[in-house]
Antibody
């Protein structure tokens, strides 16, 4: 069964940093495109970033220059390094496999809370 | 950036009803549109991709149509499990974008 499990969320003060992890099973993250999508409390979904199998990355303007997407092939893990966190970054962060179908496999999400 | 506009924001319906949600893109996205279902506290679930293709394992009462800028999502016969929030999403160009969601609630 193909599965994604996120971790690393928590509470952090404004301006702080956090690294999220997303472990894949049943498929290889380095062979697929992988994205991060977030959802602020009570709000809709917002795409954050994508990492291509070849290494190309794209970011939403709201996180560009502050967040970095990466992967560790031997651990089959996707990461999101989040720096200079802002109050508006508070959200549940999902990792998702990204294919010609859109986002076809999602993790359960990890909550990030940024406090003043 | 491509803006996705979904309507209605809330839809009240009964078990057995047929319901339709509309999604409009601010520019043409061809058929690069997906529909997701999200239940409270859960991750979104892919239902429809490439505007009209049914994801494996998804019941056939769910369907999608459209291309270019106008898309529709239909549930033919509502089941109790279907009351949730539904999102459209374009994956034609970055930044990928979602509609604001349609909450399907029990009448």
């Amino acid at each position: 069964e193909m599965q994604l499990v996120e971790s690393g969320g928590g509470s952090v003060q404004r301006g702080g940093s956090l690294r999220l992890s997303c472990v894949a099973s049943g498929f290889t993250v380095s062979s697929d495109y992988m994205s991060w999508v977030r959802q602020a409390p009570g709000k809709g979904l917002e795409w954050v970033s994508v990492l291509y199998s070849g290494g190309t990355t794209y970011y939403a303007d709201s996180v560009k220059g502050r967040f970095t997407i990466s992967r560790h092939n031997s651990n089959n893990t996707l990461y999101l390094q989040m720096n200079s966190l802002r109050l508006e970054d508070t959200a549940v962060y999902f990792c998702a496999r990204t294919t010609v179908k859109g986002f076809d496999i999602w993790g359960q999400g990890t909550m990030v809370t940024v406090s003043p | 950036d491509i803006q996705m506009t979904q309507s209605p924001s809330t839809l009240s319906a009964s078990v057995g009803d047929r319901v339709t949600i509309t999604c409009r893109a601010s520019e043409s996205i061809s058929y690069w549109l997906a529909w997701y279902q999200q239940r409270p506290g859960k991750a979104p679930k892919l239902l429809i991709y490439k505007a009209s293709s049914l994801e494996s394992g998804v019941p056939s009462r769910f369907s999608g149509s459209g291309s270019g800028t106008e898309f529709t999502f239909t549930i033919s016969i509502l089941q109790p499990d279907d009351f949730a929030v539904y999102y459209c999403q374009q994956y034609y160009s970055y930044p990928y974008s979602f509609g604001q969601g349609t909450k399907l609630e029990i009448k």
